[in-house]
């Protein structure tokens, strides 16, 4: 069965401090891997994709890994935010599997001034 | 471009009674997907469109679930009769074809049936 399992669940730190994120998948075979940031009572918006042959894609100071190797995805964001503050959650799809997308749990993450 | 947009953004109902949330995709845009979000289950997804035309409903919970798209720019989500387990989030999201696209969520719609 095809799963995403993100960690943290939850994150404190405070502003201007960095931190990472982390997604680790399952399935198989692989397609694309997407990193969405939802803000409280918004929808997901999507921050970067990665396919295959990419190990590292950056959107300002938000900066994704991949290691399709180890199925293993990171989000990487540099000088935090108050705007940061939010659910990150990581989608992976299927090659050849029309629109079946399995998502993460999500990690909550909290600025603190 | 609006966005996907979705109404109404909160809705209260009692057990029992019908709901009927609402989406307009982006235009333009070829698929439409329903999902459910909820602390426990995260996103799930219930049903999706493509070109107007349910592709696959497997995710839709029991048959008190029902979903139209009577046209390209126009989508419902039917409950009836609604229980209190149907509280959650409902999200709306379109994309154009292809796995590369992004989905494009609107705000959703929050449900509380007591």
């Known amino acids: 069965k095809n799963q995403v399992e993100q960690s943290p669940q939850s994150l404190i730190i405070l502003e201007g401090k960095n931190c990472t994120l982390q997604?680790?998948?399952?399935?198989?075979?692989?397609?694309?891997l997407r990193w969405y940031k939802q803000d409280t009572g918004r929808g997901p918006v999507s921050l970067t994709i990665?396919?295959?042959?990419?190990n590292t894609k950056s959107n300002g100071r938000y900066t994704a890994t991949l290691d399709a190797d180890t199925k293993q995805s990171s989000l990487h964001i540099t000088a935090s935010q108050l705007s940061d503050s939010a659910s990150y959650i990581c989608?992976?799809?299927?090659?050849?599997?029309?629109?079946?997308?399995?998502f993460g749990g999500g990690t909550r993450l909290m600025v603190k001034p | 471009d609006a966005g996907v947009i979705q109404s109404p953004r909160h809705e209260v109902t009692e057990m029992g009674q019908e709901v009927t949330l609402r989406c307009k995709p982006i235009?333009?845009?070829?698929?439409l997907f329903w999902y459910r979000q909820t602390m426990m289950r995260g996103l799930e997804l219930l049903i999706y469109?493509?070109?107007?035309?349910?592709?696959?409903d497997s995710g839709m919970p029991e048959d008190r679930f029902s979903a139209k798209m009577p046209n390209a720019s126009f989508s419902t989500l039917k409950i009836q009769p609604s229980e209190p387990r149907d509280s959650a989030v409902y999200f709306c999201?379109?994309?154009?074809?292809?796995?590369?696209?992004?989905?494009?969520f609107g705000n959703g719609t929050r449900l509380t049936v007591t």
């Open positions: 999201a379109s994309s154009l074809q292809g796995r590369r696209s992004p989905l494009h």
């Open positions: 235009s333009g845009h070829d698929y």
């Open positions: 997604c680790n998948y399952t399935v198989s075979p692989f397609s694309n």
């Open positions: 469109f493509n070109n107007n035309v349910p592709i696959d």
């Open positions: 990665m396919t295959f042959s990419e």
């Open positions: 989608v992976v799809s299927e090659l050849d599997a029309g629109n079946m997308l399995t």
